[in-house]
């Protein structure tokens, strides 16, 4: 299953507090912690086969929320015009760093190259 | 309960798709075309009360979701920094029009501008 981890964070990072407890601690061992199944079904007292059982219920209903909703898929749609953004305000500074020599412009190119970063985040 | 209507909106906006048909038409109707309770009542032949039972649950069921993923609060943190990087851009105009007119400076100005049009929507 963890080859799909940067799926998986992602859902459990936007739905994860949709989860019940349990998944919600079984799936951060998991992915986020990055604990085996043998592992967890050990802590927990129970069967490896019950671990997976609850890790695959909370990704299918995550991923149910996002079929429906989009919503990550939304956010994700955001990074090329984030990375479009960025790259207008590095070659403003090269311009300005070759040309003017404006430290107005170089701050406020600076502005937008860390409030895209923020945004990113 | 129209008064709430920006927060319905987005709400709906959002997390409609996680709503029943029922649910989804009724809201629908009384906050995006503006259908009062009675003309939904009469139209679905319902009492007045059980449109209004349903979408008082359907608002419950998407605030409960929001009130815990917290994404809507999500995507509206990410305004101010959207804001800053528009005003950024459109000083960064007005510097290149009075000092420089630079053509490759105005060009990539109104790129970020574009840009961050596009991510406000």
Known sequence: MKNQTYRMTMLFDFYG????????????LYYNEDLSLGEIAENAGISRQGVRDVIVRA???????????GIIKRFEAQRPHLDAIASAADELKTIN????????????????????SALKD
């Open 17 to 28: 507090e949709l989860l019940t407890d349990r998944q919600k601690e079984f799936f951060d």
């Open 59 to 69: 990704e299918a209903a995550m991923q149910e929320v996002e079929d429906k909703t």
């Open 97 to 116: 760093y070759r040309q003017y020599e404006d430290a107005r412009l170089t701050e406020l190119a600076d502005l937008i190259t860390a409030e895209t």
